[in-house]
């Protein structure tokens, strides 16, 4: 989305930019933002916690689970931390491949994160499972018959029922090797209040992405047949953290399954 001085609907992603502290937004999403932490003032916090946890999930699965490629779906405007970078610190030929819908976020990525081999970006939507997965991009950096992790990192929450987001993941995750992982971040009404999480679903109606609160058991749906890494779905704050600290409300669980 282009930004044109006129009347224009604040992008989710770059309402994300801006809770992240980026400078990839405009006066649309910041007035969201001021919006969104007058109902949820630990917003901005959560997701922050949320790039910390994909940080470690990431880090996790290349160290530990030998996994050394990655397709990140609804990968959002570069921040501080990308997935390559998580992947990279561990193993240094990790290829990855960013897919967003937003072909702006696709050309901002392009230009900062893939600046080296085995590192791309291209559009595609997470509603097109099979249209990501035969991409060009995808067959040249990413070998399907081999394990890989799939990152949904903050992109299942603007999927509304209606699109059917559990088939979606069924899709991806039937079509990748037996030990690839599955990544997932998700926001949850649970600590938040009806009223609030009301609100901030009017706010997101405003913008170009709907907001779907689901609680830890719906969001523990999109694992069913995988195998769940210790300590399973949980506050993202606290998801194999290093320092075990009071993660305070819970606004986004997150969780890694293992296809077997």
């Known amino acids: 989305?282009?930004?044109?001085?006129?009347?224009?609907?604040?992008?989710?992603?770059?309402?994300?930019?801006?809770l992240l502290g980026g400078k990839d937004n405009y006066a649309d999403e910041r007035q969201a933002v001021d919006q969104l932490l007058a109902v949820v003032p630990d917003a901005r916090a959560a997701a922050q916690a949320n790039r910390r946890f994909v940080g470690r999930a990431v880090r996790f699965l290349a160290r530990d689970a030998g996994i050394g490629q990655f397709i990140d779906i609804g990968a959002g405007l570069p921040a501080a931390g990308n997935v390559h970078q998580?992947?990279?610190?561990?193993?240094?030929?990790a290829g990855v491949v960013y897919v967003d819908?937003?072909?702006?976020?696709?050309?901002?990525?392009?230009?900062?994160?893939?600046?080296?081999?085995?590192v791309c970006a291209f559009e595609g939507d997470l509603r097109d499972p099979p249209g990501i997965l035969s991409h060009p991009d995808v067959r040249a950096v990413i070998d399907l018959?081999?394990?890989?992790?799939?990152?949904?990192?903050?992109?299942?929450?603007?999927?509304?029922d209606e699109d059917s987001p559990y088939k979606l993941v069924d899709l991806l995750t039937a079509a990748v090797a037996p030990g690839s992982y599955l990544v997932i971040s998700h926001a949850t009404d649970q600590d938040i209040g009806a009223d609030?999480?009301?609100?901030?679903?009017?706010?997101y109606a405003?913008?170009?992405?709907?907001?779907?609160?689901?609680?830890?058991?719906?969001?523990?749906?999109?694992f069913e047949g995988l195998e769940l890494v210790?300590?399973?779905?949980?506050?993202?704050?606290?998801?194999?953290?290093?320092?075990?600290?009071?993660?305070?409300r819970t606004i986004v669980v997150g969780g890694v399954g293992r296809k077997p």
């Open 145 to 160: 018959g081999a394990p890989v992790a799939i990152v949904l990192g903050a992109v299942l929450h603007f999927i509304p």
């Open 196 to 203: 609030a999480a009301g609100q901030v679903r009017e706010l």
């Open 230 to 248: 210790p300590p399973g779905i949980g506050n993202v704050a606290a998801w194999n953290a290093d320092l075990p600290s009071a993660p305070g």
């Open 1 to 18: 989305m282009t930004h044109d001085g006129g009347s224009r609907r604040p992008n989710a992603g770059r309402i994300y930019n801006y």
């Open 86 to 93: 998580f992947a990279r610190e561990q193993d240094p030929l």
């Open 206 to 222: 405003q913008a170009n992405a709907p907001a779907v609160f689901r609680s830890r058991s719906e969001v523990a749906g999109f």
């Open 101 to 118: 819908n937003d072909p702006v976020v696709v050309s901002h990525a392009r230009a900062l994160l893939c600046t080296a081999p085995g």
